[in-house]
């Protein structure tokens, strides 16, 4: 099963998708993990990209596509994976379609976190408490929130069309999103 995670700056993406990939036993993808491992690695794409990942901006889509394509070279991937935080642009979804059509294993749903902004605000502002993310600070969450209303939200009718948008309301206590999200996707095995 091939899953994206959509969802703005503290939607709970990273908690839920790890819960659901426990559940399903599926292989997990999230570029910003994969980023941050190549910024604090130091590597050229890590150097490229980290200016864009402490203003709180998008990695340019042909840097992500590469690192994602080198991913889904492998097996485990294809097998089953949640894809989280990417595609992030309606170019990397198109893309990211012509990859999987290539390997014959077209997406299953893509599931958009959805919840009001002054929660997600304030659940940002305890990561950064708790994290010490250098993206988390009030000016770089406002210019994200931004990001993803311009950039990421066309995702959602694009999926909405080809009839795999499910849509969970991201708010409550992270075991009710989950039952929420879990619900979603049984649902979608079935079909
Ligand atoms: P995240 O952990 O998913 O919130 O990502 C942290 C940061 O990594 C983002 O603010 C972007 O700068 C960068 N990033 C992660 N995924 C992508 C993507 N699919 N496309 C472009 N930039 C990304």
């Not at 099963?1 to 908690?15: H, Q, R, W």
């Not at 077209?106 to 659940?123: G, N, Q």
């Not at 940002?124 to 408490?129: T, V």
Request: charged share 30%; proline share 5%.
């Amino acid at each position: 099963m091939l899953i994206v995670f959509i969802g703005p700056p503290g939607s709970g993406k990273g908690t839920q998708s790890k819960r659901l990939l426990e559940y399903l036993r599926i292989g997990h993808l999230s570029t910003g993990e994969l980023l941050r491992e190549a910024k604090a690695a130091g590597t050229p794409l890590g150097k490229l990209a980290a200016d864009y990942m402490d203003r709180g901006r998008l990695v340019p889509d042909n840097l992500v596509l590469e690192m994602v394509a080198e991913k889904l070279g492998d097996d485990r991937y294809q097998a089953g994976c949640m894809f989280d935080g990417f595609p992030r642009t309606l170019a990397q979804a198109r893309s990211f379609d012509e990859m999987l059509a290539k390997l014959g294993t077209p997406l299953d749903i893509a599931l958009e976190l959805r919840a009001d902004k002054d929660e997600l605000v304030s659940r940002m502002l305890k990561r950064a408490a708790a994290e010490g993310r250098p993206d988390d600070n009030p000016q770089t969450i406002a210019h994200r929130f931004e990001v993803y209303r311009q950039q990421t939200s066309p995702l959602l009718d694009y999926y909405r069309f080809k009839g795999i948008l499910s849509v969970i309301d991201a708010m409550g206590t992270p075991d009710d999103v989950f039952t929420r999200i879990k619900t979603a996707v049984e649902k979608r095995r079935k079909t």
